[in-house]
């Protein structure tokens, strides 16, 4: 399974991008799909999930009201929509893929992208 993570960029504080994640190489409705962040300096951390069934999607505290993840079926891609960018959003983003239901835990999620790096000006 490959996933290739793209939209990254640089913006403005308080301006919007689109994350897509496009996935290869397996059944995509069978994966739970995930984002991430990585800032400079800092661990890993979980910003989005979107479970396999379809009907669950959860968030990070630090994102819940301004980011939405979504999907695309007939794409394979899984997109995250981030609104009301603020300078701490800056971060290397990655998608992942599990097999099993929506989680926060990094270690369950088998596959990664290469990560997509959106730099926000404040």
């Known amino acids: 399974v490959q996933l290739q993570a793209s939209g990254g960029g640089l913006v403005q504080a308080g301006g919007s991008l689109r994350l897509s994640c496009e996935v290869s190489g397996g059944n995509f409705i069978s994966y739970t799909m995930g984002w991430w962040r990585q800032a400079p300096g800092k661990e890993r951390e979980f910003v989005a999930a979107?479970?396999?069934?379809?009907?669950?999607?959860r968030y990070a505290d630090s994102v819940k009201g301004r980011f939405i993840i979504s999907r695309d079926k007939a794409k394979s891609t899984v997109f995250l929509q981030m609104n009301s960018l603020k300078h701490e959003d800056t971060a290397v983003y990655y998608c992942?893929?599990?097999?099993?239901?929506?989680?926060?835990?990094?270690?369950?999620?088998?596959?990664w992208g290469q990560g997509t790096l959106v730099t926000v000006s404040s």
């Open positions: 979107f479970d396999r069934t379809g009907g669950y999607t």
């Open positions: 992942a893929a599990r097999l099993g239901s929506s989680s926060e835990n990094a270690a369950g999620y088998r596959h």
